[in-house]
């Protein structure tokens, strides 16, 4: 199974160009304490090169968040598997990302190492950003150029103010029908599942968040869209929506997340870096997990008290004290 998620990841990088750049330095979550790892040198090589070991080592084990530029192809789960086989080369670790891109979305995938996996919480259900581009005319059963056409509308009606008249609808706290395809869970079962074996169940509306959202290009039948939007929004579904509103249908044909959180497309590892633990961990970054609250732990005296602590006095007899 390892060596299927390897060979998936290298016909993605095989079929895709990944461009590296250097990582921004301007994001809210500090380096590691250790400082990264270390650039003096002693002359020894062999004492050099056990020195860097150790050093990734120290920094893989004190864990840390960092982000890959996920290219379209391999799905989210397969670049957590192919990650993870490289790093625990070098150490027994746990590994996770925060927020799932579709295989054909491409951009910021945000994964935590060992204790770094605390810290996913806040990039799962936090900011992010993406592009898009949808295709008026036609749509799909999965909201992407990747499912099956359900239905053809014309949409030479649409012109660009009709769009950015509609845009307003989709600003602030809305509510959204999530797909069939997607990962949300109905009855415990996967919406996905469901709907590969023919299934359209009823889903409820979810209220969801989009703090700007920009029409960047006009150019039937393809516009493009910016949207910069809270957790559990699904942009597929937002472009769906919106070709609806000006009266016609239509499905994203590409879909980039340019930012989670603090993380921008400039902070990330291509995928091929990812795959190297070294470059990891000089990539690795820490930032504020929320204490647990303590246990209370009450003896049955404490209890009593407390409760007798809480309750009014008895009131005195009617017929006044014996």
Same mark, same amino acid.
């Given at each position: 199974?390892?060596?299927?998620? %390897? %060979? ?75 990650? +993870? ?64 056409? +359900? ?106 997340? %340019? ?11 291509? +995928? ?7 470059? %990891? ?42």
């Amino acid at each position: 199974m390892r060596a299927l998620r %390897i %060979i998936v990841l290298q016909k993605a990088m095989a079929r895709y160009r990944i461009f590296h750049v250097k990582v921004s330095r301007n994001v809210s979550c500090g380096a590691l304490a250790s400082g990264g790892m270390k650039d003096d040198l002693s002359g020894d090589p062999e004492a050099d090169e056990a020195e860097r070991r150790d050093a990734v080592a120290a920094a893989l084990a004190n864990g840390g968040v960092f982000a890959v530029d996920k290219p379209a192809g391999p799905t989210s789960a397969d670049v957590v598997a192919g990650v +993870l086989e490289a790093v625990t080369k070098k150490l027994k670790v746990k590994l996770g990302h925060g927020g799932t891109l579709d295989p054909f979305a491409t951009g910021v995938l945000v994964l935590g190492l060992g204790h770094g996996t605390r810290m996913l919480q806040k990039f799962l259900h936090g900011g992010k950003e993406y592009v898009a581009t949808v295709q008026m005319g036609t749509e799909t059963d999965t909201q992407d150029y990747t499912g099956h056409a +359900l239905r053809r509308c014309r949409f030479d009606h649409v012109r660009r103010e009709v769009l950015e008249e509609a845009l307003p609808g989709f600003r602030g706290t809305i509510s959204q029908v999530p797909p069939m395809f997607s990962a949300l869970k109905v009855n415990g079962q996967r919406l996905y599942k469901l709907a590969m074996e023919g299934q359209d169940v009823p889903r409820p509306a979810r209220e969801v968040q989009v703090d700007e959202l920009e029409l960047l290009e006009f150019q039937p039948p393809h516009f493009t869209l910016r949207v910069r939007c809270g957790g559990g929004l699904y942009v597929r579904t937002l472009g769906h929506d919106l070709a609806q509103a000006v009266g016609t249908v239509g499905h994203v044909t590409s879909l980039r997340r %340019i930012a989670v959180g603090e993380f921008r497309e400039a902070g990330c590892l291509t +995928l091929e870096e990812a795959l190297d633990p070294q470059k %990891i961990a000089t990539r690795l970054r820490r930032c504020s997990v929320p204490k647990r609250p303590k246990k209370r732990l009450l003896s049955a005296t404490s209890v009593n008290r407390d409760a007798e602590a809480r309750e009014p006095p008895p009131l005195p007899p009617l017929n006044g004290p014996p």
